[in-house]
RNA sequence: GACCCGUUAGCUCAGUCGGUAGAGCAACUCCCUUUUAAGGAGUGGGCCCUAGGUUCGAAUCCUAGACGGGUCACCA
């Protein structure tokens, strides 16, 4: 049992001695005292009295918080307490809190962890830090398990993502990385409904994975008797309902991927996907110029922000380089390379990396830029007009049939969002389906579309012209805030199951089962029971077989 | 999926050549009424990740596995 250690009986009983002394542990109807961020702000005169003694006694205030330091001192101790704002340092003695009260209660225990109210005037100590005097200190929530060392806190990567509220209580930092988090997506929405987009909800299981090359996870109906997939992508429920009439929208919410874990992927991650009828992804380029200025400006950000060993300079416009010219003039591939297949393949091979033979160009000016391109975007960059081949959901060029009308957002090496004109023509996009279906075939590919059809009939009744895009919210979210793992921007992030926490399966008998320890002998050879009494366990065994 | 690294007290970490477990903080018992990682004296606390193996003897060496981190692959 995860309470089975001496620190923790130890903390219960304290809880259990408050008890006795009539005092609850756990109390109802506490509220929250005076933030600690306002206690500095309003007695901040208290530092400036003339006077021997700083103090305003007349005042009476009450804070509340978890105790995260005691120092004690005989008759006196000193405890700093932290509210969502922060620190505030309590002072509390013998003399102050009622009769018994220190030496029995407040002394005794009360220990770090613990959420308590403290009530009294504010005053400054020796060393010049606004302090309250406690006449009042109650216990608000009593802690059973021990924090964490105060000095090196918590910095086990492991607990730390398990245990995300514990990483919370030790680590202030990760707190304000959420709170920029939130901060980010509510500026987000506000963006687009500003603009005039309309936020929906769309299915999170769909019947057929779409709108994205991706494994998904796959689950069960029972009741309908279907398996459903859990979406890989929003984006053919939201072009439905552009169809249906709705010229502007967006859906902030998850994604899941059945594929691997690594600094950039979790199973499930959040993105923004929005639709714009009537414009274009030209318009989408300056629209998400927009958004990040917005952003920053809402945030008070400057316009270069360090990210690891990286200067990135958000100053709009961002750059615009059309794909086959970035492999070029990025990349440094050979002109007549980037243009043709089977140089591309060789190319590829020549500098360690493997390629199916099969692919077409447009899958190996992907793979060239994968190489070669991607990691060297640092500064915000669109790269723009990608092969069709590539593009299952694009409009195609009026001017080149084999490129498409579509950008990628690239900072710090790593893709962040992808937008273009969305293919509205029914037959077309029956014949993509199609392709990226023999594609399965041809390559194996696992990720490539399945055929949507009723996603074909609705364009079928003809969607305006539209551009739509998506955006990475968990990576924005890491190159605002400087993490370099997506863990770090997600609460509580994909892990395996932890062995700890599940219960430890009993010895049992091997013939018939039974776990009564007292009943069993160990195997002569070998691992594993038996039972002791031979003739109740064939009776149990037979019982059993019924 | 491959490789590398890690896993020792509640936390942060030592642990030599293979000889049977250590520190600081935390806890417990004392002293201490303005401390700042408070200080002082004392005490208790271990499935050394798990299972095998080598050995007279394993935290330490070997093999397999679990979990985590990293690199690569996959994944846009």
Partial sequence: MIFDNQYIQERISKAERLREEGINPYPANITKGMPSSEFFKHFAYVKELDADEKKDEAQTVTLTGRIKFIRIMGKAAFAKIEDSDGLVQIYYNRDDLPEGYYNNIAKKLFEVGDIVEATGYPFVTQTGELTLHCKDLKIVSKAIMPLPEKFHGLT???????????????????????????????????????????????????????????????????????????????????????????????????????????????????????????????????????????????LQLPKTLTYGDMEIDFTTPFAKVPFVEALTTIGGVPAEV????????????????????????????????????????????????????????????????????????????????????????PLDQFERFKAQADAKEATGDEEAMHMDLDFVRALGHGMTPTAGEGIGIDRLVMMLTNNHSIRDVILFPAMKPEAALEEKPKNACKKCGNTNEEELKPAKKGKGYFCIDAAACAKRAKENKK
């Fill in 338 to 425: 980037a243009a043709d297949r089977e140089k591309g393949i060789a190319y590829l091979k020549e500098n360690g990396v493997e390629v199916n033979d099969n692919l077409t160009l447009g899958y190996v000016q992907a793979e060239l830029f994968d190489e070669f391109v991607e990691g060297k975007l640092i500064n915000p960059t669109f790269i723009t007009d990608y092969p069709i081949d590539i593009s299952p959901l694009s409009r195609r060029s009026d001017e080149n049939p084999e490129i498409a009308e579509r950008f990628e957002l690239f900072m710090a090496g790593k893709e962040i969002a992808n937008g273009f004109n969305e293919l509205n023509d």
């Fill in 156 to 298: 086990d990567q492991e607990i730390r993502y398990r245990q995300r509220y514990l990483d919370m209580i030790m680590n202030p930092e990760v707190k304000e990385t959420f709170v920029m988090r939130s901060k980010i997506v509510s500026l987000i929405r506000r963006f687009f409904e500003d603009h005039g987009f309309l936020e929906v909800e769309t299915p999170m299981m769909h019947p057929i994975p779409g709108g994205a090359n991706a494994k998904p996870f796959i689950t069960h109906h029972n009741a309908l008797g279907v398996d459903r997939y859990l979406r890989i992508a929003p984006e053919l429920y939201l072009k439905r309902l552009t169809v249906g009439g709705m010229e502007a929208v967006f859906e902030i919410n998850r994604n899941f991927r059945n594929e691997g874990m690594d600094q950039t992927h979790n199973p499930e991650f959040t993105s923004i996907e929005f639709y714009w009828a009537y414009h274009n992804y030209h318009d989408l380029m300056k629209l998400t110029e927009d958004l990040f200025d917005y952003i920053f400006t809402e």
